[in-house]
């Protein structure tokens, strides 16, 4: 499970604090997967690094018990002085895995061709979320940690093949997906959430939350 308890976070942005959390307390378990439906700016990269550890709370507690994923188009496990063929090996390495199923597997998913045996550093940004969204699915956890969907790809082999695999990974895996689009969240979530104003409202069903989403956004 990952759980928030009476968790707050802020930030000073020169002229006033932004409050991203205002003692929020929330709680998924394995098999519920969550979607969070959060407008632009209301602080949806800052709660996805929370719950994978690379942002601290400013109070209350965050548990995690069990294997959480660093969250979708993180790169900051890897080089990009070297290739994605050595980034895919190292990490593999450090999660206790397979290298060469790791490797086989993002060249396999990424579809890069010679690109993938050269230096990330000299990636698009459309090719570097390709092989962070590979390079996650090819890593065992229990809860997957995703900011916004796919990434931005135009390649459409690679979206099916992603998507799927997505897919089939909710039959045994549970994720969190957090956007500031409904549509995105509906292929991955039944239950979901509303951040607002520094609160997380919890409903049993997309449906009630997207009714409060538009109401706030729309209204």
């Not at 308890?5 to 930030?11: A, I, L, R, Y």
């Not at 929020?24 to 994978?52: C, E, Q, Y």
């Not at 969250?71 to 994605?84: I, R, Y």
């Not at 045994?172 to 995105?184: D, F, G, N, P, R």
Request: negative net charge; charged residues 25%.
């Amino acid at each position: 499970m990952l759980e928030f308890e009476n968790v707050s976070k802020s930030f000073w942005t020169g002229s006033h604090r932004k409050v991203i959390l205002d003692r929020v307390s929330f709680r998924v378990d394995l098999g519920h997967s969550l979607g969070i439906l959060a407008p632009n700016g209301t602080g949806k990269t800052t709660l996805i690094n929370m719950m994978a550890g690379l942002e601290k709370p400013d109070e209350g507690e965050i548990r995690r018990g069990c294997n959480i994923s660093f969250p979708l188009g993180f790169m900051g496990g890897v080089v990009p002085k070297v290739s994605a063929m050595e980034n895919a090996r190292y990490i593999a390495r450090l999660y206790g895995l397979d290298p060469d199923y790791v490797e086989s597997f993002c060249r396999w998913l990424c579809g890069l061709g010679e690109y993938f045996d050269q230096p990330l550093g000299t990636y698009s940004s459309g090719m570097r979320g390709r092989f962070s969204f590979a390079l996650m699915l090819a890593l065992d956890f229990d809860i997957y940690l995703i900011d916004e969907g796919m990434p931005g790809s135009t390649d459409v082999e690679f979206n099916r093949k992603a998507g799927q695999i997505l897919q089939e990974r909710l039959r045994t895996t549970t994720i969190v997906i957090v956007s500031h689009q409904a549509q995105t969240l509906e292929k991955f979530a039944r239950s979901a959430a509303v951040l607002l104003d520094g609160q997380l409202y919890m409903f049993d069903t997309l449906e009630e939350a997207k009714r409060l989403y538009d109401y706030q956004t729309q209204g």
